[in-house]
């Protein structure tokens, strides 16, 4: 690097009293960075950041970005953070190797949504298919669905009939906070929009005629998939590790793109742990949908118990995760 960070201030309040916006301050020289580290006060409360300029400054490696998705700035890392997310990241196969990730369709390209509403319905007809976006997902389990007058001639982006009707995995893709990380299961060939992240094994892709599928498909992707059943990758991805692991490295606040979850790690494990996952995320999705609350937490606390086991985490590795994610409860 030509050029390195003396000192950074970064303020998680606002600041200024006419404007609703987060403020950051860096101290940036043109000099050759040399592997010293910079000094960070991270405000967390109005009151320090009124005393800050008296704040008790930490040191920080800024080789730490070079780990980071696109070189974020990552000031919440330390160095226990980095060695457990290397440790997850492991030798593991990437989401991306093992499913094909795609964008829901976009019936329509005007920003108004008018052309998107006419065609959307609380009830079948000839010529539509039952859809759902985004805001109809639970936590496991598709919760709610509508109709969808299906016209690829006339869409925007009507993307191809396969994606929709085989088994999928369906990750939420605008996280208004963390707790929203979700991927819910759909085995009945529901059609949904871009609001959502469409994830299908490479095996169910392999006589799909589509030039993004074509491009990206080979016979070690179809082989590998089919080592791993659906049920598992589902439960690895609604587990707290993986949910720490995008919350240190990619989440923004907002978005979950596809290319985050294309890096997921998804362990390469023998059959009887795939197996106990997978039993697992059947009974949660099972307690989800009879609304049984407790049931579905204790299911989910046993597979982060389990994924924990499969990743090798120490309990004071899971420390460090439950003091970014207090609770490892989902609660309805």
């Known amino acids: 690097m030509q ?36 000094q960070l006060l991270d405000i967390q409360s109005k009151q320090q950041a009124q005393d800050f300029a008296s704040g008790a400054f930490l040191k920080m490696n ?29 030798e593991h196969h990437a989401l991306e190797e093992v499913c094909s990730v795609n964008y829901g369709l976009r019936p329509s390209g005007k920003t108004d949504g008018s052309k998107k509403k006419s065609i959307i319905f609380d009830g079948p ?22 109709y969808l007058e299906y016209k690829p001639e006339e869409m925007y982006n009507p993307m191809f009939p396969e994606l929709f009707s ?72 609604n587990s707290s590790v993986l949910k720490f692991y995008f919350h240190e490295l990619m989440y923004d606040g907002t978005h979950f793109y596809p290319d985050h979850m294309k890096a997921l790690p998804i362990p390469s494990v023998g059959a009887s742990v795939q197996l106990k996952l997978s039993d697992i995320v059947k009974s949660a999705r099972a307690a989800e949908v009879a609304g049984d609350g407790d049931a579905f937490n204790l299911h989910m ?32």
Request: net charge negative.
């Open 125 to 146: 007809d000839a010529g539509r298919v039952p859809y759902f976006e985004g805001k109809n997902m639970g936590y496991l389990n598709v919760a709610s669905y509508m």
């Open 166 to 237: 085989n088994q999928k995995i369906i990750g939420l893709r605008t996280l208004s906070d963390i707790t929203k990380f979700r991927f819910v299961l759909d085995d009945s060939g529901l059609y949904c929009n871009d609001s959502v992240v469409v994830i299908t094994p490479w095996e169910s892709m392999k006589n799909v005629q589509n030039t993004t599928i074509s491009r990206n498909i080979s016979a070690e992707r179809i082989n590998l998939s089919m080592q791993y059943s659906i049920d598992y990758i589902q439960a690895i991805l």
């Open 3 to 38: 050029s390195k960070i003396t000192h950074l201030v970064n303020f998680n309040v606002d600041i200024f009293d006419s404007a609703t916006v987060r403020t950051c301050i860096i101290n940036w020289i043109n000099q050759p960075f040399e592997g010293e580290p910079f």
């Open 301 to 332: 606390d046993n597979l982060d118990a389990l994924v924990f086991e499969v990743f090798g985490i120490t309990p004071e590795e899971q420390a460090t995760i439950s003091s970014v994610l207090p609770s490892f409860h989902r609660v309805f």
């Open 62 to 90: 800024q080789d730490i970005f070079t780990k980071t998705n696109n070189l974020n700035f990552r000031i919440t890392l330390t160095p226990e953070k980095i060695i457990l997310l290397d440790k997850i990241q492991g």
